[in-house]
């Protein structure tokens, strides 16, 4: 097996690693759509600020920013949070709710909480959804392919 050095350092193009990014970027070309981006704060911050920085002005991107107990405990009281702010305080048309990693590994499921939401709620006229975005299971065929093998 050789190995190739290269001298130039490594970068990446956030904007072709960010699943997420592109589902806030498509979301933001809806008339009257927020995108709601559940995941850890760091995975939920990265989007907003990216596009805030490129576009020089404020994004509207709501985020859950679950912490490491949300996870294992309840991930769903957060969203149910985040849901009810953005309902309450930018009355959007459109919301999506962008699944991060986490919450993909984590097993929450979207359907099930946003049909009880919608139902307990009382939520009428307006389009909810959800997307899960997993961009690991490339890296685990990159991470395989190159694994030593003797």
């Known amino acids: ?24 970027l ?13 995941g850890s ?4 911050a990265f989007p907003k600020a990216l596009l805030t920085r490129h576009f020089r002005e404020p994004i509207a991107v709501q985020t859950s920013a679950l912490q490491e107990m949300d996870v294992i405990f309840d991930a769903n009281r957060n969203l149910e949070e985040a849901l ?15 699944g991060t990693e986490l919450t993909d ?3 929450v499921d979207y359907q099930n909480m946003l049909k009880t939401y919608k139902r307990e709620r009382n939520m009428r006229g307006g389009l909810a959804f959800s997307v899960v975005l997993p961009d690991f299971a490339d890296r685990w065929n990159r991470a395989s392919a190159l694994r030593w093998r003797p």
């Open 1 to 24: 097996m050789t190995v190739n050095r290269r001298k130039k350092p490594a970068s990446v193009n956030p904007m072709k690693i960010g699943q997420s990014l592109g589902a806030v």
């Open 26 to 38: 498509a979301l933001q070309g809806c008339y009257r759509a927020m995108p709601l981006i559940h």
């Open 41 to 44: 704060q760091g995975c939920s």
């Open 84 to 98: 009810n702010l953005v309902l309450s305080k930018h009355r959007p048309d459109i919301i999506g709710i962008i």
């Open 105 to 107: 590994v984590a097993g």
